[in-house]
């Protein structure tokens, strides 16, 4: 694993857009576009875990998909490891995907049940040509001890192991290139609250081991408090609120940040924010990605709304109070 240059960014994602063509039809006026992904930007750098987080449907999985080229930009750019990977061909592209992997939210279908799984963990070695036939039987076994696994379970079929266990698998495909970053999309929500936890330990313990870098992406705002050293908060495909972890659960200065907040279950009633009120919960449907608000996007269901609001889009900006905590808010908590 080559040394990663000091203060650069792993990963820089820069306007990064995601369109869908949401009614196909020749005739122009009747095509509608949906904007799954509107105007991202960040940066990961070496070492950290970025989690990102929203309600269903905001967009996360898209741009996780997005930042690992598995699905094409349709605008934006992106740099992983100081090269710029946004526009490469396939072929161009293949170099990189040793060292960019991403760890799926279903692990049964993301592993293809007619192959064993030491068939499925020697396949990119083979593809990379990283190790000799003669070599290939010992290297699954230290991916599967990797992930906690015997190495007599290379022999067995997906359908054979729970879920936590076919997790577990896929993780261990994910290293075996020894990557730099990991992209994991929703890794724990199929599994049980026990197992969850045994999950995210191991991430834990395999960042620490190999100096992995994660974008983190989930709903489940205590497992993301976990892990992440840093939070990315998504709301209708934009980034609402980006910062520390302990910075963005203390004192969250976007008032749909402080409603996912307030919505987590406590033993305490009536938490509230760092400002002293309490995160009012949001009300009504969040609206249409095809038809969203001109203004602010959170605006319809934010109690905090004003008339600039409904008029002019906020764009991420440093939060009074907030140690390096950008949110898009004309009139952040504080």
Known sequence: MTAAVPNRPLLRASGIVKRYDAVRSLVKARRRVLTAVDNVSFDVMPGET????????????????????????????????????????NAALRPFRARLQMVFQDPYASLNPRRRVGDLLAEPLRVHR?????????????????????????????????????????????????????????????????????????????????????????????????????????????????????????????????????AIPEPHAGRRTASGESARRVAREVPSPLAPPPGCRFEPRCPRAQDRCRAERPMLSAAPGGAGTLAACHFPLS
């Open 130 to 262: 990283l190790c000799s036939e003669k070599e290939i039987p010992d290297r699954v076994a230290e991916l599967l001890a990797s992930v906690e696994l015997p190495a007599e379970h290379a022999s067995r079929f997906p359908h054979e192991f729970s879920g936590g266990q076919r997790q577990r698998i896929g993780i261990a495909r994910a290293i075996a290139l020894k990557p730099k970053l990991i992209v994991a999309d929703e890794p724990v929500s199929a599994l049980d609250v026990s197992v969850q936890a045994q999950i995210v330990n191991l991430f834990c313990d395999l960042r620490e081991r190999f100096g992995l870098t994660y974008v983190f992406i989930a709903h489940d705002l205590a497992v993301v408090r976990q892990i992440s050293t840093r939070v990315a908060v998504m709301y209708l495909g934009s980034v609402v609120e980006i910062g520390a972890a302990d910075e963005i659960f203390e004192a969250p200065r976007h008032p749909y940040t402080a409603a996912l907040l307030e």
């Open 50 to 89: 970025l989690g990102l987080v929203g309600e269903s449907g905001c967009g996360k999985s898209t741009l996780g998909r997005c930042l690992t080229r598995l699905t094409e930009l349709s605008d934006g750019r992106l740099e992983f490891d100081g090269a710029e990977i946004g526009e490469l061909s």
